[in-house]
């Protein structure tokens, strides 16, 4: 089985449903940024922090040239992988790109005590409009959408039916 390649807004539900698909596919979970800060020895808060954006996102792109050479994962990307049009061509050429679509009062339910650089430099209605400039990136790039609003195992659910919808 090629990858399953899982993108969307910060605190969508990538790593629980990236968990759930590995668990009832048996597929290896990958997430993008926890691969980067192994390979670089840095968490991505020092990265930004030391070198900036720019530079991790140079490092994302390195890493996604990696993981997409390989086949039987779910990676679980960050919110800003695929808005790089060479990450997002890469990636697809790896496997089925999945959005999960979840509202922004829902993700940012999830995120708003997190560490994450985003979450820590703006206020709720920065996000909100980071958010929104985002999704129609997302929606660009899916060939399948779910809605990450419901409860994950449905998530899991509806992905799997899209993908079996996608062979036959």
């Known amino acids: 089985m090629n990858n399953i390649v899982l993108f969307g807004f910060m605190g969508c539900g990538k790593s629980t449903v990236g968990a759930l698909l590995a668990q009832r596919t048996g597929l ?41 050479g390989r086949t039987g994962l779910i990676l679980c990307c960050g919110g800003g992988t695929v808005l790089d049009d060479e990450n997002a061509r890469i990636l697809a050429q790896s496997g089925a790109m999945v959005f999960l679509d979840a509202a922004f009062s829902v993700c940012y339910d999830r995120i708003r005590e997190s560490d994450r650089p985003l979450v820590r430099r703006n206020s709720k209605e920065g996000l909100q409009e980071i958010f929104e400039r985002r999704r129609p990136v997302y929606l660009s790039r899916a060939q399948i959408t779910a809605d990450a609003s419901l409860p994950p195992a449905q998530v899991t659910d509806a992905v799997l039916r899209a993908m079996q919808q996608g062979k036959e």
């Not at 922090?49 to 792109?61: H, K, T, V």
């Open 28 to 68: 290896t979970l990958l997430d993008t940024d926890a691969y980067l800060e192994r390979k670089y020895q840095r968490s991505i808060p020092e990265i930004f922090a030391s070198d900036g954006e720019d530079a991790f996102r140079q490092m994302e792109r390195q890493v996604c040239r990696e993981l997409a």
